[in-house]
T-cell receptor, first 122, second 114 residues
Framework: GAVVSQHPSRVICKSGTSVKIECRSL??????MFWYRQFPKQSLMLMAT?????????EQGVEKDKFLINHASLTLSTLTVTSAHPEDSSFYIC??????????????????FGPGTRLTVT | AQTVTQSQPEMSVQEAETVTLSCTYD???????LFWYKQPPSRQMILVIR??????QNATENRFSVNFQKAAKSFSLKISDSQLGDAAMYFC???????????FGAGTRLTVKP
């Protein structure tokens, strides 16, 4: 089955610092990756969509200079929260999708979710 | 923009009973996918069931089935023989045929009483 990992699972950082979250597709090539943010007791809100080798597309209201996304390879995307503030504290979830015909039995129309990263900014 | 509405913030069911979670969506597209995801306390999103809009037959996965009403833009999830492990947040989601991103409803918190 398709597995997506995230690292770290939890991170605490001080206000003003930057933190990087990694998202990896372990057994398939993810041509597209998605970053979601989830506040407590709320739904997942799409932050940005990234395609391998190109710039990410950000949703309205999401600051691209604050949330830097890099999708440098078909198996890795990173989200860097720059100059973090307490209001950035949230649960960040990545998701990956293979837009091809499907590799290693992975469905081409499903999104596979990582386990999430809980960010706390103090 | 497409929207997904889950009108039930919380639902409760007795163990072994059946419960139905509601979902409606708004779209002008004819080809799209619909999903139900489960999010347990671990926060890991787990796909429960999916439905392709072009298929008239309702999807079924063991104790989980959907009632897909395309004209009414309704996509409800029925859980039969509810188990304690079914307790979780359930999210309805929509994705267009030729679009990348998935849109989620607000979620329904399901409690299963022993």
């Amino acid at each position: 089955g398709a597995v997506v990992s995230q690292h770290p699972s939890r991170v605490i950082c001080k206000s003003g610092t930057s933190v990087k979250i990694e998202c990896r597709s372990l057994d398939f090539q993810a041509t597209t990756m998605f970053w979601y943010r989830q506040f407590p007791k709320q739904s997942l809100m799409l932050m940005a969509t990234s395609n391998e080798g190109s710039k990410a597309t950000y949703e309205q209201g999401v600051e691209k200079d604050k949330f830097l996304i890099n999708h440098a390879s078909l198996t890795l995307s990173t989200l860097t929260v720059t100059s973090a503030h307490p209001e950035d504290s949230s649960f960040y979830i990545c998701s990956a999708r293979d837009l091809g015909t499907g590799t290693s039995g992975v469905s081409s129309y499903e999104q596979y979710f990582g386990p999430g990263t809980r960010l706390t900014v103090t | 923009a497409q929207t997904v509405t889950q009108s039930q913030p919380e639902m409760s069911v007795q163990e072994a009973e059946t419960v139905t979670l509601s979902c409606t969506y708004d779209t002008s597209e004819s080809d799209y996918y619909l999903f139900w995801y489960k999010q347990p306390p671990s926060r890991q999103m787990i796909l429960v069931i999916r439905q392709e809009a072009y298929k008239q037959q309702n999807a079924t996965e063991n104790r989980f089935s959907v009632n897909f009403q395309k004209a009414a833009k309704s996509f409800s999830l029925k859980i039969s023989d509810s188990q304690l492990g079914d307790a979780a947040m359930y999210f309805c989601a929509y994705r267009e045929e030729n679009n990348n991103d998935m849109r989620f409803g607000a979620g329904t918190r399901l409690t299963v009483k022993p």
